[in-house]
């Protein structure tokens, strides 16, 4: 099934160009956004993600810089030409955070929220609805209903891994279900190998087989100095794991005859109008 494409902020995902979504699991201060925001845009990423509202297994985990973040990483994603995507975590941030983000990002452990879609599904903001990590795919869609249900059709899902027996890895990334997705579902698809892994090493390989099952984005995790990490810093690429990362990305897609968005070098110019 050919997938919608969605605008948000400035570019497209979905439709027929592959994109990726980078950036560390929390923003921990403007010096780490600004440099992750350059470099990932260097190497030809598309959207900038970054966490300010952090659920934590436990509660002393680092909660996220929470509002005061919003400014300075708004300022960024402007200077460095990435839209903002960012997780909301109550329907009561989703007023103040209109105009703060580009894309809101529902987590894995909200996906069951049906208040928080309901009160998102008002807003003609994009929705990337991360499955929840014990949802079925049937579980899942019907989530995405929320949103729709109440008007908004920009709907982008996110498989991070499910829990399953095996505990080697974070978590049992679905391929799957991305596979079945394309197929039964015309919403774009972004794979997360960061979360499904939960190790750094294995992020490439995974990012290149959700490349191969058919995602149409890949997010993934980068921080400049992963040891360091407020947040999931066992996952985390380092500056030298994403710049692989993408060349190799580039040489998949080539060989599926797809390519990333902004590789459009020769290609005429395509109206939004043709995506739809
Ligand atoms: C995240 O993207 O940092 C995150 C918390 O992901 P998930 O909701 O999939 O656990
Ligand atoms: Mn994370």
């Known amino acids: 099934m050919k997938t919608k494409a969605i605008k948000i902020g400035n570019h497209l995902i979905g439709g027929e160009d592959f994109?990726?979504?980078?950036?560390?699991?929390?923003?921990?201060?403007?010096?780490?956004?600004?440099s992750i925001?350059?470099?990932?845009?260097?190497?030809?990423?598309?959207?900038?993600?970054?966490?300010?509202?952090?659920?934590?297994?436990?509660?002393?985990?680092?909660?996220g810089l929470g509002w005061k973040a919003f400014p300075f990483a708004r300022e960024i994603s402007n200077q460095v030409g990435l839209p903002l995507i960012s997780e909301v975590t109550d329907p009561r941030q989703i007023e103040p955070m209109m105009s703060l983000v580009d894309a809101f990002q529902v987590g894995s452990r909200n996906m069951f929220n049906y208040a928080l879609l309901k009160e998102l599904g008002k807003t003609k903001k994009p929705v990337i609805l991360k499955r929840a990590f014990s949802a079925r795919v049937e579980e899942w869609l019907s989530a995405s209903e929320y949103l729709v249900g109440e008007g908004n059709a920009d709907v982008i899902l996110c498989e991070r891994g499910i829990r399953s027996f095996e505990t080697t890895t974070r978590n049992t990334f679905d391929l799957n279900t991305i596979a079945f997705l394309k197929r039964?579902?015309?919403f774009?698809?972004?794979?997360?190998?960061?979360h499904a892994t939960g190790i750094s090493v294995l992020?490439?390989?995974?990012?290149?087989a959700a490349i191969?099952?058919?995602?149409?984005?890949?997010?993934?995790?980068?921080?400049?100095?992963p040891s360091q990490a407020l947040s999931?810093?066992?996952?985390?690429?380092?500056?030298?794991?994403?710049?692989?990362l993408m060349k190799k990305a580039r040489k998949i897609l080539y060989a599926l005859g797809r390519r990333l968005s902004e590789d459009e070098i020769n290609r005429p110019v395509r109206a939004i109008e043709d995506f739809r």
């Open 212 to 225: 191969a099952a058919g995602a149409d984005a890949l997010m993934v995790e980068v921080h400049p100095f």
């Open 188 to 194: 774009p698809i972004v794979a997360d190998p960061s």
């Open 19 to 34: 994109s990726i979504i980078a950036g560390p699991c929390s923003i921990e201060s403007d010096e780490q956004f600004y």
């Open 184 to 186: 039964h579902s015309n």
């Open 37 to 63: 925001a350059q470099f990932v845009k260097k190497q030809g990423a598309h959207f900038l993600r970054g966490g300010v509202f952090k659920l934590r297994t436990h509660p002393k985990s680092f909660q």
């Open 203 to 208: 992020v490439e390989p995974m990012a290149l």
């Open 232 to 244: 999931d810093s066992n996952q985390a690429l380092d500056f030298d794991q994403f710049k692989s």
